[in-house]
Each structure stands twice: as C-alpha cells, then as structure tokens.
C-alpha cells in the first residue's frame, strides 16, 4: 500500500498562516479545503516543467498548474531568461517601455478582438478595468453577467440578489461583506445557454445595461449558435459584449475560444497563461469601444512594468512556435482516453468529458452519495500517488506520456478505492483528509 505523504511542515506553515493572514491564502482556490486537507501539499518549494517539489520534499505531478496562469511549464527556460535580462535592463523604468507596444501589437494579431489594448497585473481588475470601459463608453451602469469575473466591488454586488437556478447567492458560500449595497441591481446574471433568459433581462433594463460580460467556455464548448445569438442580442440593444478568457483562453486555441467559434465581442479579458507565471493581464477591444477609455481614469503605476510585458511577449511567442494547440491537443486527449480507461478498469461509473484543455472528472453516483465525499477521496489518493490535482486538469506543453501515465495509474487505483468505497458504504472510513468544500457556485461549466 502506497504511504501517504508526510505533509507535516505544510500544516505546520498554514497553521501560522491563519494567525497571520485573513483567510491563510491570497488566492481562495489556494486554500487547504480546496484539495484534501491533510494529505495534500500546501506549501510548494520548487517548481520545474510539469512537476512541483513542496516543502516537505514531495514531488508531485502537477495538473493544477497556478488555476491555469502556467502553460510552458514551471520555469520555463525561454520566458525566465527573457525576464532574467530585462530584470539586469530595469523592472521598471520612469518612462514608457517599447514593450508596451510590442505586446500590444502581437495581442492586436493574435485575438480577433484586438485592435487597441489596456494592461493590468491580472485577471480580476483586468474584468474591472473592463467593465469601467463599457460603463463610460456607452453612458449606462447595469452590467450582465455569466461566470466568475474576480472580487471586485462592482461584480461581488450580484450577492445582493440571487442566482437564477438555486435561489441563493450567484457565487454560493461568499456573502457580500464589504460591499457597498448601493451598487445592488447593478450587476444581474443570466444563466448560460438561455437566450431568452437574457432577451428578457434585456428587455426589463432598455437603455441601462451598459454591456454582457461572459465567460464563452470552461470546461465544454457553448452550444451551437448559442454566442452568436449572444451576440445579435447585445447589438440589438447596443450592449457591448464581452468575453472573459481569463481561464478559457490560450490552451483551446492562442487566438481564444472566439477564434474557435467564430464570434468576436467588443472586448476580451485576458490574463493568468498569456505571461506563463507572471503578473500580467489585459484588456483588448475595438477602436470603437476601447478609444473612449483615454478620457477615464484608469493608471497604474506597475500595470506595464517590463517583467510581465516581457514575459508574455515571450510566452504568446513561444506558444506559436512550439505549435502549442496541436500539442495540447494530443496531451489532452490522450489523458481523457487514458482516464476513461480507467474509469472501465475500476468499474466505476463515470467519465473523463469536455474540451482538450480542461477535461473533467463526471462521477455517475447512487442516489444519496455525497458527491463531496468521492471528490475528495479522488484528489486524496490522487495525492498519495504523487499526482496533485482536482477533478479537472490543466496541461502544459511541459507534461510528457510518462506524466500521462502516472497519472491513470494513480487514477486507476483512486477509482479503485471509490469503488470499493462505493460498494462497501465505506467512504468514510476511507477518508483521512477533511472533506474538500467548493469556494463558490460557477455558472459556465
């Protein structure tokens, strides 16, 4: 039987944490509940290619992978000696860098949507930035929205009313502590796939919302025709439309999931893989909605600092040329195969399902199973094999058939263990990690 691995300074580390930082982590997805409490690694101490060290000198398989911002790989050679010597040029200069232009117009030929560009440090206030734009340009507040769009003020206010399946908060577990409630009603979200749900928001706010804020694709592509249904919508009614590629952009295809389907918005949201690791986000749109944004406040001192320009002219660049779709294609569909083969060695029912670059985990459970339960039971054993995921994966051009193949037969043992969980009510007994718990409800799949 494979030994757990000893997590004990990562306990001890995120036990200090707690006394010392609100919330132990700076990103939620970082948190010990987000994985297996207990058995899962929580703090990392090096990290190279496809793999991590953390700092009790486990090496783990990584299909985390930073929630997606790394896509080459962890210290990927190429990016960090281009970082390397623009750090010994300056990190930061009194004036304009050259680089400001030069990722601008390799943004301009790569997204459909990009004729002019606004920077950020990341996803969150690059969605901010966004949304400021669409309210200035066309002279209205309302925004509506579908997905997860970061912690800011102007979207955590769709807290103040309820999500349109479940009754509750859109975002399950986050109350809007903080948040000014004289910003309620002017964010509204619409539920993914139904156009007439967002016709008729449409229709009961004419003249007030300012854009459609969205995130086209997760872990699925949309339906047929259904974006471009977005899209005549938002024309109809003089709405900018937005994409948020902040996850889905980058590994499906370089140009984003709009170059897939054929649907360009007004503005796109980038961040997170486009500088492979470092702080770098990004607004891109047309002339016509982008132009307006010289007239508003919108500056930071450290949105254009040469490591993160640099560092994603690289990235965008080393993407092209190691022909990354075709490679992340392979590596993808080649870990859902190798998955779903396991799911039948097991006897398990379930599935490994969606897109190349985020395939999932489907579990088929009896009635009255804690979903939860066999979750966290996946990423444990997972863990314990030497593998650090969730039930969804990230690759990078970094992962190799030997990566691959660790990990189904990790997969192969962990559906092993549900099962016989599953068939002797014994889920419970199986567990030594805290059960895992979801930091929100996502409404794109």
């Known amino acids: ?55 009790d000198e486990n090496q783990y398989v990584d299909w985390v992978n930073a929630v997606g911002a790394i896509i080459l790989g962890h210290a990927d050679p190429v990016v960090d000696a281009a970082v390397k ?45 966004a949304a400021r734009i669409a ?55 619409f539920r993914y796939g139904d156009l007439a749900m967002l016709e008729a928001l449409l229709t009961a706010h004419t003249g ?45 295809a370089i140009g984003g999931i709009q170059s897939v389907v054929g649907v360009t918005p007004d503005m796109t949201v980038i ?36 490591i993160g320009l640099i560092a994603s002219l690289t990235t965008i660049r080393e993407l092209k040329r190691r022909d990354s779709e075709r490679v992340l294609r392979e590596i993808g569909e080649r870990l859902r195969s190798g998955l779903n083969q396991a799911f039948i060695a097991a006897g398990l029912n379930g599935r490994c399902a969606g897109i190349f670059a985020n395939p999932y985990l489907a579990f088929d459970l009896p009635n009255g199973v804690d979903g939860r339960k066999v979750s966290t039971l996946f990423v444990q054993e997972m863990a314990r094999r030497g593998v650090h995921t969730g039930t969804s994966f990230k690759a990078t051009l970094a992962h190799t058939p030997s990566d691959i193949d660790q990990t189904v037969t990790a997969a192969a043992a962990a559906f092993r263990v549900i099962q016989s969980g599953l068939e002797n009510n014994s889920l419970d007994a199986l567990l030594v990690a805290d059960i895992k718990k979801e930091p929100f409800r996502r409404q794109v799949q």
């Open 208 to 252: 007030e919302v300012a854009a459609i804020m969205m995130e086209p694709a997760r872990s699925e592509l949309p339906p047929a025709g259904y974006l471009a249904g977005v899209q005549a919508l938002a024309r109809k009614h003089g709405v900018v439309l937005i994409f948020d590629e902040v996850s889905c952009g980058w590994r499906q």
């Open 1 to 55: 039987m494979t030994h757990f691995p000893d997590v004990s300074q990562s306990q001890a580390l995120y036990k200090r944490a707690g006394e010392l930082i609100p919330g132990w982590t700076q990103l939620i997805s970082r948190r010990a509940d987000q994985f297996a409490q207990g058995v899962s690694p929580i703090y990392a101490n090096r990290a190279s290619g496809s793999h991590f060290v953390d700092i």
């Open 85 to 129: 010597e623009q750090i010994n040029r300056g990190s930061l200069y009194t004036l304009n860098s050259p680089l400001e232009i030069d990722l601008a117009e390799e943004l301009c030929q790569t997204i459909p949507s990009a004729q002019m560009v606004r920077y950020t440090k990341g996803g969150g206030e690059a969605c901010a930035v």
């Open 135 to 189: 309210r200035g340009t066309t002279g209205r507040d309302k925004i509506l929205f579908c997905g997860y769009h970061g912690w800011q003020d102007w979207y955590q206010a769709a807290n103040f009313g309820v999500d349109p399946d479940s009754g509750e908060y859109p975002f399950a577990g986050i109350e809007p502590i903080g948040v000014p409630r004289a910003l309620a009603g002017t964010v509204l979200p």
């Open 271 to 306: 961040a997170k893989a486009m500088s492979n690791g470092y702080a770098m986000g990004a607004v891109v749109g047309s002339h016509e909605v982008m132009a307006p944004a010289a007239r508003m406040f919108i500056s930071s001192s450290y949105w254009s600092d040469n």
